[in-house]
């Protein structure tokens, strides 16, 4: 494409008072030799607009510059359709946070243009990345209440769904349940599992595999190709997105000695107790007597560091439901129910306040020991929190241990996937599919599958019917954005992808091993094969690849190392130290805007230069900057670790783990180790970000001005 | 005997106090709203909302739970459930709407029909305030206080009338107390013939 | 999908962003209805979500990204549906717009906001401090564009703005408008608010300057709040050395909301967070009946409450008293697993007031079923008007985000079926 640069600037909102804008524009017209560059004091209404519209029809221009205020504003106004643009922030960067005509004032603007420029210089228009023989399916693993609701939420949505199931028949879980408990929580209701079996035989959309398990899958979203064995045969099929909804397991009640399971005949759990109450009477084990006297232990290895750590939510309802179970065959039977909170959350209330009516005694403490008589009766020693007292409960006929819930995701075997970071979905601590929480719950961290139901939480049905609909959405809207070439979340509508200059690649495995969301797999010699649809567009593998191949269209090393190369370096007598502050576009550019908006005084020996993570920024750009007398060279991005909040989950911890290699670099140039810092910054910082900032500078402006200044 | 023993707390030496529900039965039974007693979680709202909280050996939560855990005899002896002065603020603030006003009256009750005596303080206060409705079908303050003073025996008597001096002369000041004695209301005999009617139910009569 | 019809969604907060982006990114076009002169709804009043204690505006930024990428996203603000008719895949929607007396043109240069002569009540911080009548309702706004609170502006006889807005940005006479829309399904995400405290009287709110409610709390801590952030007291801005949060403030209680709100036991905690990081010698109280950390987020509860100068105490809380001279509270309950009586004296109380569903108050004007509290019915068989978020259950920001995209499928099925 043959470039035609037109630059505007607005001298509006203070811009023209702050700036001497002939000095600007001759920025753009002498060193960037722009054959259009305009001025307007209002750029943003009709008339200025209008002015850039025309220059796009009738002159030709194709390259736009737009100087004037933050792109997060007035995005909508400064939009000419299918042309290279970049807006370079002057306002809340420069005019509302640095004093009016001064000379450092001056030269923030004017380099903040020349990166803007330089930026689009090395820019080309985005082609979109284009896969074929792309699927629409939609593929389901697991067959369970959350399953079927995810296919049958897809399929009426109009898409294709396989549905695979290892058991026999549908319905996981539920084929053991005897009733639901659900809204409006007034009473229990029947489990109705036929009719949902029938719901997603009927619906001509879904193809189900039962008794069939996930050999493999390779590719990425829209192009996978899942292998299904069924009765010893294989089949290949390609599906656009993945849902995995295998549930989960109870927790290993073996575990559970001290409570009496495994050694006394009437312990059982919540589970057994819902396969008694599904086939019948409730019973002794021990004698097949009908049991009268029932108490429930909750949190059975739940809230339990030595077990699961974690609440599993759904317990205290799911007692509540069996105490009911009780009282239904005998309303004089005696129920307890030993717990440490009862846990009915919204309007589940009602649940709770039923089994009271209906007489359950709840009891606040915890088991101290159990015993059994010769007649096979338990006897249960407790502290009572609110008797304040150790009790005793006698002659129990049954004694129910409410166990938690373990994600099948523990087990990576269900999905199999071929890709280089290993065949599962990463979890967390507890064994859970890791996602984006809290505000992107479904984003787990490999594109185009999501997961559903209580393999991502514990959660009882009714929220589970909404949390599988709710991943249904996410794959077809997957398969939808994989369709036209843009990348899914965040960085959804982005038609730009990283590009593999392979000829230079020196198998050094950073990128397959460094991508955030396993996109890239490896041959056997080593060499990336990049699974673009996979691709987040966060440029993780860009920053990571020290053979600087991998390019964005309008994103690469080239182009942020010639940015840096445009700002102007004064000479170390001039006492102007420049530091770059490489910062991370969603959380510290925002922030950096709020200073703005609240007119905090920013220094103006700053250049900031907005990466899309701080997972992207390749150690050359700081190597060059102080290589061309840059003092310093500061990255601002998100949290790390447990509780990270990076959107690309491991960019701000790549970059500080890069960082610590920096030293050598620094050794090499004989430069000292301060030059280069990292800082984790928060949108809501605006306040803190100017101390940030000045400290880092005062600590810069103790060493002595970089000696390759004019080099 | 088979146990196990919990790992954290281990057993506390011996059995505790045997868990039975056959004094909340009881209660539900033969206790007026006893049953209500079944939806209280324990939130302790009612204790602390009792202006005669610092007299209680039992809080109405500690009873309810006491009740649950079948402690018969330390509820139907207790003096909390003979205290209660029908203020209402307990029933009033109560989450689950347990009528602890109309419980620990059914219990008071219950707990003399079942041979518990209250305190003697408290026993001839009720019997001095009975016998003042009774007569007068309203209270008449300077009278209830003379009687209930003067129960105690003369030379007490005047002690207590002296000590409460204060609170008459305030009471009289803030127009609370009459200084003439009250007349009975109107028709006064036909609520001793409900009274008595209660009574005969065993709903009734002097605690 | 170009010849499907639109998807409504009433109500710009978590629950309503999320439908309508997660819907517009798969290809629908979507409209948002929001009654707030911005986006963003409660969670923009929020200091941090727990439990990772991380600022909302970060996950915002994000959707208003998303939002502003997408060209299928539409957004009336300071809007609301009057009138629904018609039927599944087919609904007429009446809908009416209050002056904002700035249009679009507003650079968000403020100079409206200098000045301005009136100040008004700031509702973003729960009148907890003023703004101008001419105002950004808070410095992350989206859209970014002032507003006028045309009740208190004094309109053309000033019109001083009018005479600094080198934009022509400023109507005041602009005048409300009605809109008319064809949709083929609409999401109900018109939220929640907060029980109102003043029905709990004996907790003294409204009567007692120093009994606040939690989601005053998250702006008086809140770095662009009231007090930019320091926990200062109403009755004396008196930085706060004792404070205590009572639990189930109106929640789990027949006499007010009967269900359970969720969410408040988690909020309490982050607040105690709140009041021991700005104040390392502070002191705080929880109050409650049953703590409900509900799966991972039982990690947060075992955290917080390792905190020495933080006491759990399972009591519900009967009475606040005030001290006159000091504005101290005076707190009095039942320590139910002691069985002694609390009777202690704080700085200040965070009453953990419940979610109230939206419709509590103002009901779909279409035919909606809802549950005894007044949330609406998940109800499957209930097609083309759908709840999302907390308009069905107390839920925190995860559970909204869950329940918000299940409801964008089922809207977008209801598009599709016809």
């Not at chain 1, 903040?112 to 699927?135: C, F, I």
């Not at chain 1, 609240?598 to 701080?614: G, H, K, M, T």
């Not at chain 3, 005894?372 to 985000?401: L, N, T």
């Amino acid at each position: 494409m043959d470039k035609k640069l037109g630059v505007y600037i607005c001298t509006g909102c203070g811009i023209g008072e702050s700036l001497d804008i002939d000095a600007l524009k001759k920025v753009a017209s002498k060193e960037f030799k722009a054959p259009v560059c305009k001025t307007h004091s209002w750029l943003c209404g009709t008339e200025g607009v209008e002015m850039i519209k025309a220059d796009v029809a009738g002159d030709g221009v194709n390259t736009l510059s737009i100087v004037a205020c933050s792109p997060r504003v007035k995005y909508d106004v400064f939009d000419f359709g299918p042309v290279l643009m970049d807006r370079v922030n002057i306002r809340e960067q420069v005019a509302w946070v640095l004093p009016a005509g001064d000379e450092d004032t001056q030269m923030m603007a004017e380099d903040n243009m020349r990166m803007g420029l330089v930026k689009l210089n090395k820019s080309t228009p985005p082609e979109p990345y284009q896969a074929e023989n792309l699927s629409k399916t939609v593929l389901v693993v697991g067959g369970g209440f959350a399953g079927m609701n995810a296919a049958v939420g897809a399929a009426q949505a109009g898409y294709p769904v396989l549905l695979v199931e290892k058991e026999a028949n549908l319905g996981g879980f539920m084929n053991k349940m005897n009733k639901r408990i659900r809204p409006p929580y007034k009473e229990l209701k029947p489990v109705d599992l036929e009719d949902q079996i029938k719901k997603v035989e009927a619906e001509p959309n879904i193809k189900i595999f039962t008794s069939a398990q996930i050999e493999k899958i390779a590719g990425g979203p829209g192009v996978f190709d899942v292998t299904i064995s069924q009765n010893g045969s294989s089949t290949t099929e390609r599906v656009g997105s993945v849902i995995q909804a295998t549930g989960w397991k109870p927790y290993d009640a073996n575990k559970l000695e001290h409570l009496g399971y495994g050694k006394f005949p009437n312990v059982i759990t919540n589970v057994q107790m819902e396969e008694m109450a599904k086939n019948g009477k409730i019973t002794r084990p021990s004698d097949g007597k009908e049991a009268k006297n029932v108490l429930f232990i909750q949190c059975a290895g739940s809230r339990d560091e030595n077990h699961l750590a974690y609440c599993s939510s759904v317990c205290c309802l799911v007692s509540l439901k069996q105490a009911t179970y009780v009282k239904e065959q005998d309303p004089e039977a005696a129920v307890y129910i030993l717990y440490k909170d009862i846990r009915t959350p919204h309007q589940s209330e009602d649940f709770y306040r039923k089994v009271q009516k209906d007489g359950g005694i709840f009891i606040r403490g915890e088991l101290n020991a159990i015993s059994e008589d010769g007649n096979k009766n338990l006897s249960v020693e407790a502290s009572d929190a609110l008797l304040n007292e150790t009790i005793q409960l006698e002659e129990l006929d049954l004694v129910v241990l409410a166990v938690g819930m373990v994600p099948t995701s523990i087990d990576e075997t269900a999905l199999n996937l071929d890709y280089r970071q290993g065949p599962g979905l990463p979890v967390n601590k507890y064994g859970f599919p890791d996602s984006n929480f809290i505000c992107f719950p479904y984003e787990t961290q490999r594109t185009g599958i999501y997961t559903a139901g209580c393999v991502r939480s514990p959660m009882e049905t009714a929220i589970c019917a909404e949390d599988a609909t709710g991943a249904a959405l996410k794959t077809i809207q997957c398969i939808e954005s994989t369709a036209i070439g843009s990348s899914t979340f965040p960085r959804s509508g982005d038609m730009t992808y990283p590009e593999f200059m392979m000829s230079r690649c020196t198998q050094c495995k950073r990128c397959t091993e460094e991508c955030p969301f396993g996109a890239i797999n490896e041959d056997e010699k080593a060499n990336p094969l990049p699974n673009l649809t996979r691709c987040r567009r966060c440029g993780t593998c860009m920053g990571a690849c020290p053979e600087r191949i991998i390019s964005f269209k309008n994103y690469s090393v080239d182009m942020i190392g010639s940015m840096i190369k445009g700002i102007e370096v004064p000479d170390a007598d001039d006492e102007k130290p420049r530091v770059i502050a490489l910062i991370c576009e969603n959380d510290a550019y925002p922030a950096l805007d709020m200073a703005g908006i609240n007119r905090i005084p920013i220094d103006p020996f700053y250049r900031f230069i907005s990466v899309r993570c701080l997972g992207s920024v390749n150690l050359v750009w700081i190597a060059d900057a102080l290589a061309k007398g840059i003092d310093g060279v500061i990255l601002l991005g998100c949290r790390k670790g447990d509780d990270y909040q990076c959107h690309f989950i491991k960019g701000s911890e790549l970059a500080n783990t890069r960082m610590e290699k920096i030293s050598e670099t620094l050794g090499r140039l004989a430069l000292e180790p301060e030059r280069v810092r990292v800082e984790e910054i928060s949108i809501n910082d605006y306040d803190r970000l100017p101390v940030i900032l000045n400290d880092f500078m005062a600590r810069i402006k103790e060493l002595e001005p970089n000696p390759y200044k004019g080099f | 005997m088979d146990q196990v023993v919990g790992p954290k707390y281990g057993s506390r030496g011996g059995a505790g106090k045997a868990y039975n529900q056959s004094f909340a039965r009881e209660v539900y039974r033969n206790v007026d709203s006893g049953e209500e007693i079944k939806m209280c979680m324990q939130c302790g709202v009612c204790a602390a909302s009792c202006p005669l909280k610092e007299k209680m050996d039992f809080s109405p939560r500690k009873i309810f739970t006491l009740i649950r855990a079948g402690q018969r005899e330390k509820v139907l002896s207790s003096q909390a459930i003979m205290l209660c002065t029908s203020c209402y603020s307990c029933k009033v603030r109560c989450p689950r709407k347990v009528p602890v006003v109309d419980v620990m009256h059914g219990l008071a009750h219950y707990a003399l029909r079942q041979g518990y005596k209250p305190r003697a303080e408290t026993a001839l206060f009720g019997q001095k305030f009975w016998g003042n409705i009774y007569r007068l079908g309203r209270i008449d303050e300077k009278d209830v206080a003379l009687r209930y003073f003067l129960g105690h025996g003369l030379g007490q008597g005047i002690k207590l009338m002296m000590e409460n001096k204060n609170m008459g002369i305030g009471m009289l000041w803030y127009k609370r107390m009459k200084i003439l004695p009250e007349r009975p209301i109107k028709n006064v005999k036909s609520l001793r013939k409900m009274l008595d009617k209660a009574k005969a139910m065993g709903k009734g009569g002097a605690v | 999908m170009g010849d499907k019809k639109s998807i409504l969604i009433v109500g710009g907060g978590m629950s309503g962003l999320t439908s309508a982006i997660e819907a517009a990114e798969v290809g629908f076009d979507v409209v948002i209805v929001e009654k707030n002169p911005y986006l963003g709804g409660r969670v923009a009043q929020l200091y941090q979500y727990f439990p990772k204690l991380c600022p909302p505006n970060c996950g915002l930024e994000i959707n208003f990204k998303r939002t502003k990428s997408s060209p299928r996203i539409s957004f009336y603000t300071l809007a609301e549906v009057e009138q629904i008719s018609g039927e599944e895949g087919n609904y007429q929607v009446t809908i009416k717009t209050k002056p904002r007396f700035i249009n679009d043109q507003c650079t968000g240069c403020n100079k409206c906001a200098e000045v301005c002569p009136v100040e008004r009540s700031n509702d973003f911080n729960y009148g907890l401090d003023k703004t101008k009548a001419a105002y950004l309702p808070y410095a992350m706004a989206f859209p970014m564009q002032y507003v006028i609170d045309g009740s208190v502006c004094h309109g053309k006889a000033c019109a001083k703005c009018v005479e600094v807005c080198n934009y022509q940005a400023i109507d005041l006479e602009m005048q409300p408008e009605t809109i008319t829309l064809n949709v083929g399904a609409i999401v109900w995400a018109a939220g929640w608010n907060p029980y109102d405290a003043v029905k709990l009287e004996n907790y003294g709110f409204g009567q007692y300057a120093n009994v606040i409610t939690n989601v005053m709390m998250e702006r008086l801590c809140a770095d662009n709040g009231p007090t930019q952030g320091k926990i200062l007291r109403p009755s004396d801005q008196k930085e706060v050395e004792k404070v205590a949060f009572i639990q189930c403030a109106g929640s789990r209680d027949e006499n007010h909301l009967a269900y359970c709100s969720g969410i408040c036991c988690l909020a309490s905690l982050k607040q105690s967070t709140y009041v021991r990081e700005k104040n390392p010698n502070a002191q705080a109280f929880i109050y409650f009946i049953d703590i409900r950390a509900q799966g991972k987020l039982e990690d947060f509860f075992v955290k917080v409450k390792q905190d020495e100068k933080l006491s759990l105490v399972k009591s519900k809380i009967a009475l606040i008293t005030e001290d006159p001279a000091t504005k101290n509270l005076i707190l009095e309950g039942e320590d139910t697993q002691s069985g002694e009586r609390i009777r202690e004296t704080v700085d200040m109380v965070v009453l953990a007031t419940g979610m109230e569903p939206a419709t509590a108050t103002v009901k779909v004007p279409a035919e909606v079923a809802y549950d005894d509290y007044g949330f609406i019915v998940s109800d499957q068989d209930q097609k083309g008007i759908y709840g999302a978020g907390c308009i069905k259950r107390p839920a925190d920001v995860a559970g909204v985000v869950q329940d918000a995209t299940g409801a964008a499928l089922r809207a977008i099925q209801s598009v599709v079926r016809r």
